[in-house]
């Protein structure tokens, strides 16, 4: 009943992504005047327009204006992506700052997030269910117990001593309760059941029995970067200063001016200044420049956050910060210029911060023997960046949501049991495809109903736990199927009477009765040690 709850609600994870497109659009007609019209109503050619806060309807081309676009839940990029006239769009994907109007090109069933949906889909209806050793054991087991206690029937009533008819009755009853395969049907899911209460209480959600019993066999992690080995947003991680300028005193500039934007790098900013204790002051004139940056007046002076291109506009020579700047790129680093009065006056680099328990999971899950490959959506020169810091010899950058599908399935094809970890939409057909999919619980609901496991707190370092405790589990499931296999090679014969012939011992149908509850009994009891998982 459990399992069959639990395969029901497979489907809310394509609602789940269904819903990420918005219900409408803003055509704007010929004309000019515009009209809300429902998304499935959009036709290729339209023009929509897309406003501050709102989601891209479709797949298209940027026609007028510019913005930020967070597609995180495409590519898992935690900094929003600049677009400017004549760039791709991708439907789903959210508009941060500035208005613009675009032209529609895959709509319907041709949209990149209609693709993702049909992907997990698929995984999904792919995925062999789990055959239980105790379920296949047990249909032939029954007929086999009925067979013989209908042979023990016969057998005493034409040769046993008299009455023989009474005594073959009773002997076959008492075969029928002492086999009857309560300890073998109480194997499995009562190990189960206390498996999954424990893992509930170090942090890991086991949706269906499948995952518990595969992840011990996993040999192969595929993990995702961003949200996953890092944090998933942008912080602050160096800083270089020109002019003589003081570094407390930019940063405080800076960030004041940030206060007045809404975009993650300012949250970076904002963070950081926190985290130096450094006080902010009010900034007259402020503008934001979709992007580009920001820029305003800071008791006085003219101060301006932005991008190389926002400088050269601007006119600000940041040529001194060239050797800096390039250092930083080449370690996967987004950098941007600080100018104060029309000079340059230093740069900051930005990036996804490992989390800090990445390392010693990382440590955990080779020593275990597990292979780990990492498979991102962000930059590959980022993805490098990550994967040598933490040691990690195998990645791939610049994935797409079908890209990781398709690693797995040939990671599979290898007869690798393989798991893979991730947290964003972008991940969803990736885990359902894996043989375990591990959700982070910070990250998006589709990435956790695609997926048999979730760590609820986000924390790497229960993935050992989890693999620990789905080793523990199996052995218990082991020792419980081989107990009620070797109390029913004993039982069976005894019931049907096999001693009789050498000291005259009979099982009653009351002591087999008494015998199969014991069996039951020592199987919870065996089962219930799991509580003491460690």
Not at 141 to 150: G, K, N, S, T
Not at 212 to 229: A, R
Not at 302 to 318: E, L, P, S
């Amino acid at each position: 009943m459990l399992e069959l709850k639990a395969k029901s609600r497979t489907a809310e994870a394509i609602r789940a992504l269904m819903n990420l497109a918005p219900a409408t659009a803003h055509l704007v007609l010929p004309n000019g005047v515009e009209s809300d019209i429902p998304l499935k109503d959009v036709q290729t050619g339209d023009v929509l327009r897309v406003k501050p806060g709102e989601k891209i309807p479709v797949d298209g081309v940027l026609k007028d204006g510019g913005s930020d676009v967070d597609e995180s839940m495409l590519t898992g990029e935690p900094i929003p992506v600049s677009h400017v006239p004549g760039d791709k769009l991708i439907g789903a994907t959210l508009n941060t700052t500035g208005t613009f109007t675009m032209t529609a090109q895959n709509v319907g069933n041709d949209t990149v997030l209609a693709r993702i949906v049909n992907l997990v889909a698929q995984a999904q209806r792919t995925k062999a269910p789990m055959q239980r050793l105790a379920d296949k054991v047990a249909r032939y087991f029954v007929l086999a117990v009925v067979l013989i206690a209908v042979l023990t029937f016969f057998a005493w009533g034409f040769w046993g001593p008299q009455p023989s008819w009474p005594h073959g009755l009773v002997n076959a009853v008492a075969v029928l309760i002492v086999a009857c395969p309560c300890a073998l049907g109480l194997a499995t899911p009562m190990s189960m059941m206390v498996a999954s209460g424990k893992a509930a209480s170090l942090g890991i959600l086991f949706r269906d029995a499948a995952a518990l019993e595969t992840m011990h066999k996993v040999n192969i992690l595929v993990m995702d970067k961003t949200g996953t080995l890092t944090e998933g947003r942008p912080s602050l991680v160096n800083v270089t200063t020109g002019n003589n300028v003081n570094m407390d005193a930019l940063l405080a500039r800076c960030a004041s001016l940030e206060q007045n934007s809404e975009h993650p790098i300012a949250h970076a900013f904002l963070q950081k200044a926190a985290e130096e204790k450094l006080t902010l002051s009010p900034i007259e004139d402020f503008q934001s420049f979709p992007g580009g940056g920001v820029a305003g007046t800071f008791q006085g002076s003219k101060v301006c956050v932005g991008t190389a291109d926002m400088m050269q506009k601007r006119g600000v020579d940041i040529s001194s910060l060239a050797p800096w700047v390039e250092e930083q790129r080449r370690q996967g680093r987004v950098t941007v210029f600080a100018a104060v009065d029309g000079q340059a006056a230093g740069a900051f680099s930005l990036a996804d911060k490992i989390r800090e328990n990445t390392r010693q999971a990382l440590a955990d899950l080779t020593a275990r023997g597990i292979r780990i490959i990492i498979a991102s959506g962000d930059a590959p020169a980022t993805v490098e960046a990550v994967a040598r810091e933490l040691g990690i010899s195998e990645f791939h950058g610049g994935m797409t949501p079908a890209d990781k599908q398709a690693l797995i399935a040939s990671l599979k094809s290898g007869n690798a049991v393989v798991a893979m970890a991730g947290d964003g939409v972008n991940d969803a057909p990736a885990l359902a495809e894996a043989d375990v999919g591990i959700a982070m619980g910070t990250g998006s609901d589709v990435a956790m109903q695609s997926c048999g496991v979730t760590l609820v707190k986000g924390n790497l370092l229960v993935i050992s736990k989890a693999f620990a405790l789905s080793t523990a589990t199996v052995k218990n499931m082991k020792s419980n199927l081989g107990f009620a296999f070797v109390y029913n090679a004993l039982g069976i014969p005894i019931a049907a009477g096999i001693l009789y012939p050498f000291w005259g011992i009979l099982l009653s149908p009351v002591i087999a009765a008494g015998a199969m509850c014991l069996s039951s009994v020592s199987v919870i009891l065996n089962a219930l040690r799991l509580r003491r998982f460690s």
